[in-house]
């Protein structure tokens, strides 16, 4: 077949002419199962743009987004950072930015990677279609900035920047852990707009007027009673605090309700990318690896490029160990390529181990369908417990170190053995347990009657504590959404002794 | 499959959220421009370099929990580490394996920015404007004032432009054969001799084309509506307020090197603070040693020249130029003056005179700065404490508050001085 091109450079044809071979390999020999693609071709300074909103292609206006674009482009200028190749976003049509700088063979990788491996893997993986809703989030986005904008032009920027900074600052706790219902972004501009113009038709002013009731005067049974039945209502204990400002606080108005809501949702819309990275990385970076050899097998890419692509390959998936100084904890770029090429493997070619530790599929000869099921039906902490074997701990030399107060020193309790591989993948997945993702804070109470005071309760596992002086900033921050004082008690989990009490200023 | 082009869309997407950033770490950004200044060279003020800004303390706090409290970690291994190896932690109990944890903390926040040079600029001139800015004949900074701008068809009878019209009259009654009068009276003239001599055929010939005549002026009009054109106005935008800044500087050889270059300094801020703040003031700068001229801003700021020192040249040079430029009706003036306050005493009494009875009472504001030396020791003043110079402007300065005066001994205190001269609303307070 003739070369999709030749040297450095590239034009549109030539990414058009790479996509149509790579669908041919992927869909056509892989059975890989896409969104749309759009590529979009970006400058390094729009890379930095993008990367300051989270890699979102609209964002609302916040000084949070301008100092992180402030501090990725020191860090660019000065040459700690390179910039990634590329930013896929999980919407249909998929849109992967892809910069201008690259070289064709990067662009092919690009392509390879994220149209095929990245859009694959959200098209299928149960998190993303039980959470996310492709088809929408660019309306939303859309509607989000206006929004924001808007509120900014009514209410004034500081008051818009109160809420969102205080937001912000839950933002890991605003995310509902267990689906009850996917997302229908779409609606959610018409629901503002319905909101809004019932609170503009239905406003009466004789309403406010009419006297509360009074708790004062009430017997003391009907005292409890009224608030047991109005604590029912707030269904405690509840773990998304940005939720359940946005529905019970009692000073918030509408749309500063609305303002949680929207950071409340792009939380959500992150929330299965953060349990993700490792299978999906591991899937976009085995897709890119097979497409690339096929293009080169079939005589599309020459072997200049193929040399290129492996130099590039081989340090995306560079894992330095823990005496190297470069160690920052585990690449799932790594990790996941690892897994993924040991599951193939054993698909194919199995020996007596990979029958013992995979007896589901080894040796079925399809390797293809095996990952598919994979990339569709596991998480991180899932594929990690179930797909991690024992060749990969080997390649990695993996070991279990294990932390303890008491010990001045660390101790490995655990290597790559045969009595260890068994601890040491339950242990690894355990680190990829979504409830590590940051720490886990219900609210566990509130005074209804009187101060209106929110009780918040960490629960202390294994003698993990908050960071004192952050909670209680964040704290803070939760005062301004909630509107009266908010407490924060640390528990210890086994015995429920109380370790330390937070409070909002 | 779809492939869009953005690197042609507008840059600067981030820009709105820069703004609100540089707001957040306004302080930190304020000191930043502050040590810059005092650093940089004079000419390089307004060059392209950046300016760092180092930020702390923005922080966007979260719940986060500490690295105490056991951890079992999964790592990737050397191949050496058997079981029950012990690795020693490293102090301050934050853990090796914990890279999810390092760098959580109050410090995690500090880092560097760079300020473009429109910023920074910005963020300089913010604090500064010309004091006591009078409105010399509105109230409105800018007023408008028509101006001839061409001629149109339509308009005011008042704004008839006959020339242009009876050009065109001209040509047209030519162009059409319109008889005049000259060609009437010639034929009126035939009729009558024709009457006279009896000439029954001549003259009927001639009132022939007489009436003729009569009948082509009754109908082509002498000015036609598609001759007439108008002058067209333009309101024009007229600065209500004009100013006019004299920097004065002594270059003399009393003038240490280190002297020269704080009040170069001061003028060169100043210059910007001008240049940027206000888009129609005229700058004059004129240089003195024992005679004092005119020069342009490069002369100026570059130049070298030796010689001694007459402070009163320099003011007459700016009152000739005032008087030949820039008269006080319509100018608010403005002086700026440096120099180490070394004067000739015999020159004291003109100084003063010119001052007073020419200088002070005509301009808006006069700064003094006065450049001392490295510590701010006068070195050819030992045993005085103030120059002849300041001595004349301190015994005037109580009479008159347009006149202020300040010490500049280091550099860094250059946009302290100029800030503290012309800062916002607060009117100069004599030193």
Redesign the interface.
């Known amino acids: 077949m003739a070369l999709l091109f030749d040297g450095a450079e590239w034009d549109?044809q030539t990414?058009?002419a790479i996509?149509?071979a790579c669908?041919e390999i992927a869909v056509g020999e892989f059975g890989l199962d896409v969104f749309?693609?759009?590529?979009?071709?970006?400058?390094s300074?729009?890379m930095?743009?993008a990367y300051?909103?989270n890699g979102l292609p609209l964002m609302y206006?916040?000084?949070?987004?301008?100092?992180r674009?402030?501090?990725d482009?020191?860090l660019y200028?000065q040459g700690y950072q390179g910039l990634a190749y590329e930013i896929v976003i999980n919407s249909s049509?998929c849109i992967s930015?892809i910069m201008?700088e690259n070289t064709a063979t990067l662009q092919a990788l690009v392509i390879a990677h994220a149209c095929f491996g990245h859009n694959h893997f959200f098209r299928n993986n149960y998190l993303f279609r039980q959470w996310t809703d492709a088809d929408a989030i660019l309306g939303y986005l859309a509607f989000a900035k206006a929004y924001v904008a808007e509120c900014e032009e009514r209410q004034g920027?500081a008051a818009v920047?109160r809420v969102l900074?205080a937001a912000?600052?839950?933002?890991?706790?605003g995310i509902h852990r267990y689906p009850k219902r996917r997302w229908r972004l779409a609606e959610e501009a018409e629901r503002v707009k319905a909101r809004r113009e019932h609170a503009e038709t239905s406003y009466d002013p004789m309403m406010r007027t009419v006297p509360g009731f009074r708790l004062g005067g009430a017997p003391p049974e009907a005292r409890q009673q009224m608030e047991t039945e109005a604590r029912a209502r707030l269904r405690l204990p509840e773990e998304n605090l940005l939720y359940f400002c946005e529905k019970n606080s009692p000073r918030l108005a509408g749309w500063e309700r609305e303002l949680i809501r929207i950071v409340r949702v792009l939380a959500q819309y992150f929330y299965p990318q953060a349990q993700t990275k490792v299978a999906n990385e591991g899937c976009a970076t085995y897709c890119h690896y097979q497409i690339m050899t096929r293009l080169h097998e079939t005589g599309q890419i020459n072997d200049g490029a193929l040399l290129e692509f492996l130099h590039s390959h081989s340090s995306v998936i560079l894992?330095?160990?823990?005496?190297d100084e470069r160690?920052?904890?585990?690449n799932p770029y790594a990790l996941g390529y690892a897994i993924m090429n040991d599951v193939a493997r054993a698909a194919v070619e199995p020996d007596e181990e990979d029958r013992a530790w995979f007896p589901a599929f080894a040796g079925n000869g399809d390797p293809w369908g095996v990952l598919r099921d994979v990339w569709a039906n596991y998480r991180d902490e899932g594929l990690i417990r179930q797909f991690l074997g024992p060749k990969v701990i080997r390649a990695?030399?993996?070991?279990?170190?294990?932390?303890?107060?008491a010990d001045?020193?660390?101790?490995?309790?655990?290597?790559?053995d045969e009595e260890?591989y068994r601890r040491?993948a339950s242990?690894?997945a355990?680190?990829y347990e979504p409830a590590n993702l940051?720490?886990l804070?219900e609210v566990a109470d509130v005074d209804l009657f009187g101060s209106r005071t929110l009780k918040l309760v960490?629960e202390?596992?294994?003698?993990?504590?908050?960071?004192g002086?952050?909670?209680k900033?964040?704290l803070q921050?939760m005062q301004v959404l909630w509107g009266y004082r908010v407490c924060l008690q640390e528990r210890d989990a086994e015995t429920g002794r109380v370790l330390t009490e937070y409070a909002s200023a | 499959m779809v492939i869009v082009d953005r690197r042609a869309n507008p840059q600067g997407k981030s820009l709105a959220n820069r703004q609100r950033f540089l707001e957040r770490v306004r302080g930190d950004v304020k000191r930043a421009v502050a040590d810059t200044i005092a650093r940089r060279r004079v000419a390089d003020v307004d060059t392209e370099e950046e300016v760092r800004v180092r930020v702390d303390g923005i922080e966007e706090p979260g719940f986060a929990t500490t690295p105490e409290g056991e951890h079992d970690y999964v790592l990737p291994g050397t191949g050496t580490l058997n079981r029950g190896d012990r690795i020693r932690k490293p102090q301050g109990g934050g853990g090796r394996g914990s890279g999810r944890r390092a760098g959580r903390g109050s410090g995690e926040d500090a880092f560097e920015f760079t300020l473009t040079r429109e910023e920074f600029l910005n963020y300089f001139l913010d604090e500064l404007e010309l004091p006591r800015l009078a409105r010399t004949s509105l109230t409105q900074e800018r007023m408008s004032k028509p101006q001839r701008a061409g001629i149109t068809l339509y308009g005011y009878p008042s704004a008839l432009d006959v020339r242009r019209t009876m050009r065109n009259s001209l040509a047209r009654r030519i162009a059409l054969g319109r008889p005049d009068k000259s060609v009437l009276e010639r034929l009126e003239a035939r009729v009558a001799s024709a009457r006279e001599a009896g000439d029954e055929d001549g003259l009927a010939l001639a009132e022939r084309d007489l009436a003729q005549a009569r009948r082509r002026i009754a109908r082509i009009p002498y000015v036609d509506p598609i001759d007439v054109r108008y002058a067209r106005h333009e309101r024009r935008p007229q600065p209500a307020t004009e100013a006019v800044m004299f920097c004065l500087m002594d270059v003399s050889g009393s003038m240490t090197e280190h002297m020269k270059d704080l009040a170069k300094r001061f003028f060169m801020l100043l210059h910007l603070f001008l240049g940027r703040r206000y888009d129609r003031v005229h700058v004059v700068f004129i240089r003195h040693t024992e005679r004092a001229a005119e020069v342009d801003e490069e002369t100026f700021f570059r130049s070298r020249e030796t010689g001694g020192t007459l402070v009163s040249s320099a003011l007459e040079v700016m009152l000739e130029v005032q008087r030949a430029r820039y008269p006080r009706d319509r100018f608010n003036l403005y002086v700026a003056q440096a120099s180490d306050g070394d004067n000739d005493s015999a020159d004291r009494g003109r100084v003063a005179h010119l001052m007073e009875d020419h200088i002070l009472p005509i301009v808006r504001y006069f700064a003094y700065v006065e450049t001392g030396g490295d510590r701010g020791a006068f070195p050819h003043h030992a045993g005085r404490r103030t120059t002849e110079l300041w001595d004349t402007y301190e015994s005037l300065a109580s009479d008159y508050d347009q006149l202020a005066m300040r010490r500049l001994n280091d550099s860094a205190a250059v946009w302290g001085v100029l800030a503290d001269l012309f800062a916002k609303s607060s009117g100069p307070v004599p030193a």
Request: proline share 7%; charged share 30%.
């Open positions: 549109f990414l058009d996509h149509r669908t749309p693609n759009q590529i979009e071709v970006i400058t300074e729009q930095l743009d300051s909103s206006s916040h000084w949070s987004f301008g100092k674009f402030a501090r482009e020191a200028r049509p930015y201008e920027r920047e900074d912000h600052a839950l933002r890991p706790q894992q330095p160990d823990l005496s160690f920052a904890g585990w990695f030399r993996m070991v279990h170190l294990a932390d303890r107060p001045p020193d660390y101790r490995i309790n655990d290597i790559h260890g040491i242990l690894l355990d680190q940051a720490p804070i960490h202390s596992h294994r003698g993990a504590r908050l960071d002086d952050l909670a900033k964040t921050h």
